[in-house]
């Protein structure tokens, strides 16, 4: 499993440990990755997916799964996260014919 949320893209960064010493040696930096399971209002069901915690805000602000991958780029989307933005794409033109 990488480490690497499934909605925006980010992954770990790099950086360097700081002494009091000013010595300096490579770190990495890791997303904050949660395990959610997101209601889909298209699709009447829970996408269960790892996102950072700054992601599940921007899904909040949008107003919902839905509505966050219709604006999304599809290459910054995972696989399975595009795999449910389709889905959702054809359950939304099924209800509006």
């Avoid at 395990?35 to 996408?47: F, H, K, Y």
Wanted: aromatic content about 2%; proline content about 2%.
């Amino acid at each position: 499993m990488s480490r690497r949320c499934e909605l925006t893209g980010i992954g770990p960064m790099s950086g360097n440990n700081n002494s009091h010493a000013n010595n300096k040696t490579r770190r990495r930096f890791l997303p904050n990755l949660n395990d959610v399971t997101l209601q889909s209002e298209a699709l009447d069901r829970g996408i269960k997916l790892r996102i950072t915690a700054a992601a599940l805000r921007s899904v909040d602000h949008r107003g919902g799964l839905d509505a966050f991958l219709a604006k999304a780029k599809d290459d910054e989307l995972s696989t399975s996260a595009l795999k449910v933005k389709k889905e959702i794409a054809k359950a939304k033109a099924a209800a509006a014919a």
